[in-house]
């Protein structure tokens, strides 16, 4: 019941409105969020080195004096309580920038912005909860925990064992004595204010909630007698605070339960309330950003590096992996900033967000292992030059966080899709609960009528290959408005099929509802980046991106069916099938288009620079990325030279020899100018510094640390080893 329906509804129905689509909008930030994008934001990323804080395993002092100084953990919370109350799109940009920069800075600032007490307190806090806790934090001068991972309860939230039962103190006042055993919570051994999420009990029923008020969530501050912290995990060998915790007999007053002792029982609601909203917000703004940076990275180095005589980049092994990168990150991108204005605009869809989490964290996964096989043994070289290693690493945490990415897709996408995002199933169900035969009698008649509509439809826009479905714009986009349609169609009709077919069951088939969960993602991401495509003014140079992103889409979508005809039985294994291969959706990019996209992302200019917006570039040339966008410039502005040498060796002016061994040579016979000359030069100094991997003495290597690591706390409460 948690959350809201949103165009995820429309894409359901079988026939969606694309106009309703379209008007939700592609926003931008405030002059205010931009400021602080270009202000604090950069100045967070110009002062954290990835290296040092990888190789120390803790962010610096003054990275969390700044933080603090600055109000990263108030991103989201009201201006009248300290912090900067800031769009989710805004949240999400922020987000997407650090994560082009470094990941436990990321992480550091994500987590208390997402699901977390100001999230929480934010909706169901008392006035003097609020009033509380909400400028402490909004200071850094709390920081936040929450605790809600167990070991037997992870992806089954409602199997937790930690409890907290209710009883009456000598001075009259009600109070939870809690115990725990918690896991994977970020920030908790540094944390000065946990949150907890528990079973209530309350045998003597004095909350008169009765005996089982059921998951209730609490904040209880973290020098408590009982709380036991201090020891932390080792993610993937990611230096961020991710760590146990543990609490024996802690007790609090009845007060600590978020929203008072009204609030009791109701946790599990708040929980995927939130969740619906944050889930869609941080991980898939790391996704996006991370692809975004892969991009911008990837295109970079494919023109910088040589083999063969020639930049990488065209060798058409390269652009492969290439135009796929650059793909994802239009893709990514116009979803990102699409589910965000829904957020904005007050839609709380789980399904949505679900969606974006798992999609957006699979890309990511896909665009990093190709960036990685395109920067080579660059890649796998440690040190601060690395452009790709750290992101690499942490791509399994991105993948298991939140809901884990199997579950995710096999059950959440389209198991919650196919009862909420229905036009009926929720009604019929919600019948059959109230006893309401009418009602449901009335629903279910309905629901034939839906299928049989979707059934005449789907079979008409397969016969004219979409071509009779409206689409609400005319242009380049027009076509794939009308094949999403058919796509639509298609995936209700099925999906009913399915339901009827197999009831109850159908949740334990998760081969098939992951393949039902693809659809529908795709369904998603394909209607968010024709949005993009049309919000930015139809773009000329777009098109192929705008192209290569909806004919991936539909490829995938074909794919996911072809795999549901297979194993649906009869008709859909025998003719229908057929039909199907013979009469698809789509199919994948053409060479041709992917190489456009490779193109765009080796030149630099606008339309680079608009793709891989919100990527942190550093103008110090000393660092890894500041060096290789030094070089790419260089290298590019000096390529009209590098033909006229080339040229010359062509009609035997000049020997076959190495490039930097002729230039004096060729300016000698004026060839080339003395500037051209020394940009040559230039040009090639730069691509061989740019090029160079890390080397270590063996001491450099066994001791990378400075020795000096900071432990941050708040408010002069030290982080407890335990109590």
């Known amino acids: 019941e948690a959350g809201t329906i949103w165009v995820d509804g429309e894409l359901f129905s079988g026939k969606p409105d694309f106009k309703r689509i379209l008007k939700e909008g592609y926003p931008d930030l405030s002059d205010e969020e931009k400021a602080f994008m270009e202000g604090q934001v950069n100045e967070l990323c110009a002062m954290t080195d990835d290296w040092e804080v990888f190789s120390n395993r803790e962010l610096p002092e003054k990275v969390w004096d700044y933080i603090k100084k600055e109000r990263f953990f108030g991103l989201i919370i009201p201006k009248k309580y300290g912090g900067l109350e800031f769009s989710a799109s805004m949240n999400s940009a922020v987000v997407a920038k650090l994560a082009s920069r470094c990941g436990p800075l990321t992480t550091t600032v994500m987590v208390p912005n997402s699901l977390g007490p100001a999230e929480l307190l934010l909706h169901y806090g008392t006035e003097a909860q609020k009033d509380y806790y909400l400028p402490r934090l909004a200071r850094g001068e709390d920081i936040p925990c929450f605790a809600l ?30 115990n725990w055993r918690k896991r994977y919570i970020t920030l908790a051994a540094i944390s000065t204010v946990l949150g907890l999420a528990f079973k209530l009990k309350d045998p003597d029923n004095l909350l008169g909630k009765g005996e089982n008020p059921g998951i209730t969530c609490a904040l209880i501050p973290s020098h408590t007698a009982g709380v036991v912290l201090g020891k932390r995990h080792d993610p993937m060998g990611i230096p961020f605070w991710n760590c146990p915790t543990e609490g024996h007999d802690v007790v609090v007053p009845a007060d600590a339960i978020i929203g008072g002792p009204e609030q009791a029982g109701n946790g599990w609601r708040m929980l995927m309330e939130s969740l619906a909203v944050g889930r869609g917000i941080s991980l898939p703004a790391s996704g996006a950003g991370g692809t975004r940076y892969a991009a911008r990275v990837a295109g970079a180095y494919a023109r910088v590096r040589q083999q063969f005589g020639l930049s990488i980049g065209k060798f058409e092994g390269i652009e492969e992996p290439l135009a796929r990168i650059g793909g994802w990150a239009y893709t990514l991108e116009a979803s990102r900033r699409y589910t965000c204005g829904g957020l904005d605009s007050g839609a709380k869809p789980p399904v949505v967000t679900a969606i974006a989490k798992y999609n957006f964290t699979e890309i990511l996964r896909k665009a990093i292992n190709d960036t990685m096989d395109i920067l080579g043994g660059a890649a796998i070289s440690g040190g ?33 899709g196919a009862i909420r995002c229905h036009p009926y199933s929720y009604r019929e169900i919600q019948a059959l609960m109230s006893g309401d035969v ?40 027009a076509k794939y408005f009308r094949k999403l349609s058919w796509a639509s169609a298609s995936f209700a009709f099925l999906a009913d099929v399915a339901m009827g077919s197999y009831g109850g069951n159908l949740k334990r088939m998760e081969k098939l509802t992951g393949r039902f969960a693809d659809i529908f993602s795709w369904l998603y991401l394909a209607s968010a980046t024709l949005t993009r495509f049309e919000s930015e003014g139809r773009r000329k140079e777009d098109i192929p991106f705008m192209e290569w992103s909806l004919q991936y889409a539909l490829s995938q979508i074909q794919t996911a069916f072809e795999g549901l005809y297979e194993n649906m039985g009869f008709p859909f294994r025998g003719p229908v099938a057929f039909w199907s291969r013979l009469n698809p959706l789509g199919k994948m990019p053409t060479d041709k288009l992917g190489h456009k996209i490779a193109q765009a992302l080796q030149t630099p200019g606008d339309q680079r620079d608009r793709l891989t917006a919100g990527v942190y570039v550093p103008e110090d040339k000393e660092e890894a990325l500041g ?11 000096a390529e009209p030279v590098v033909k006229k040498v080339q040229g010359a060796i062509r009609k035997k002016q000049l020997p076959r020899e190495r490039l930097d061994l002729l230039v004096p040579r060729a300016v000698e016979l004026k060839i080339i100018s003395e500037a051209e000359a020394k940009l040559l030069k230039d040009a090639e100094a730069a691509r061989t510094d740019a090029i160079q991997v890390d080397e270590f003495t063996h001491d450099e290597y066994h001791n990378r640390g400075t020795g000096k690591v900071y432990v941050p706390h708040a408010a002069g409460v030290q982080p407890m080893l335990n109590n």
């Open 149 to 178: 991972t167990e070991p037997g309860a992870g992806s089954d939230a409602g199997a937790m064992s930690a409890t907290g039962v209710v009883f009456k103190g000598d001075d009259g006042k009600l109070y939870l004595r809690l």
């Open 384 to 416: 601060p030059r690395n452009l790709a290693l750290h992101g690499y690493m942490a791509i399994p945490i991105n993948i298991t966080v939140e809901g884990a990415n199997i579950l995710t897709r096999t059950l959440m996408i389209f198991g919650q």
């Open 438 to 477: 009418k009602g449901f009698d009335a629903v279910f008649w309905k629901h034939i009528g839906h299928v049989v509509r979707n059934l005449f439809r789907a079979a008409l826009l397969s016969l004219t290959r979409g071509r009779l479905a409206a689409s609400p714009v005319s242009g380049p986009s």
């Open 627 to 637: 060096r290789l966008e030094h070089a790419f410039k260089l290298v590019v502005e």
